[in-house]
């Protein structure tokens, strides 16, 4: 019995672990890329004062098209062109974009407020209402 909660114990321990080094390595990078003006200018665009929603997708992606891809029209339809600016990428053609922001799955959004900082990361499927509260906090 004891060799079962030892043997509990580790597995629950390198469990916690792997969680804590990925969510330090997600903050690492987000902080490190807190200029989405990276994303931007390698667009070749700059911050113009709008908050920006980035998606990141692939053509073969069927929840890119059936699920977020109707959510973030919601969203620009919800915000509009005068506040929001919406930068769709195709991650599989620009694959050095997509590792920079530790995109690993599509679908997957940015949110980049005002001054082109990255505000929040949404890793798969992310419905227009948290989009629109995240855009809103940005």
Request: with cysteine; aromatic share 4%; hydrophobic share 45%.
């Amino acid at each position: 019995m004891l060799e079962r909660l030892v043997l509990l114990a580790a597995f629950a321990a390198l469990v916690t672990i792997g969680v804590l080094a990925t969510q330090s390595w997600t903050a690492r990078r987000t902080r490190r890329l807190q200029g989405g003006k990276l994303l931007l200018s390698a667009l070749g665009q700059e911050p113009d004062g709008r908050r920006t929603l980035v998606t990141f997708s692939t053509p073969s992606c069927a929840a890119c098209q059936t699920a977020q891809a109707p959510a973030v029209h919601q969203v620009e339809q919800r915000l509009g062109a005068s506040s929001l600016r919406v930068v769709r990428i195709d991650a599989a053609n620009q694959p050095d974009l997509a590792n920079a922001f530790g995109i690993l799955t599509v679908p997957s959004t940015v949110v980049l407020d005002a001054s082109g900082k990255v505000a929040a990361v949404n890793h798969g499927f992310a419905p227009s209402q948290r989009l629109v509260q995240q855009l809103t906090k940005a």
